[in-house]
């Protein structure tokens, strides 16, 4: 069973840092593409950052120039870098992949971690 599970959330003051990490596990081949989205209150999820396989990256505008996502392929973690937050980057955040389990396996996903809030306040 693939899972994801994200860590790194919590409460910081307007202009502060996080780091937020997503670990994949279970019986994976190779990892596609692997990113965040987030999901504010009664709001719908949007995309964030995304990275693929390759390490071509894109971002969503709200977010360039203050995030920065990177992953480690020896680990199976994707990692987003949030610098310069704002109120208005509170949210839940939800990272995401694309897994082939296999050799031959064609491209499966995405696949979801369970969320990790991030709030940000004074």
């Known amino acids: 069973q693939v899972q994801l599970v994200e860590s790194g959330g919590g409460l910081v003051q307007p202009g502060g840092s996080l780091r937020l990490s997503c670990a994949a596990s279970?019986?994976?081949?190779?990892?596609?593409?692997m990113g965040w989205h987030r999901q504010a209150l009664g709001e719908e999820r949007k995309l964030v950052a995304v990275i693929t396989s390759g390490g071509r990256i894109n971002y969503a505008d709200s977010v360039k120039g203050r995030f920065t996502i990177s992953r480690d392929n020896a680990k199976n973690t994707v990692y987003l870098q949030m610098n310069s937050l704002k109120p208005e980057d509170t949210a839940a955040y939800y990272c995401?992949?694309?897994?082939?389990?296999?050799?031959?396996?064609?491209?499966?996903?995405?696949?979801w971690g369970q969320g990790t809030q991030v709030t940000i306040s004074s």
């Open positions: 995401y992949a694309y897994f082939s389990l296999y050799k031959t396996d064609s491209t499966r996903g995405p696949y």
């Open positions: 279970g019986s994976i081949f190779s990892i596609n593409d």
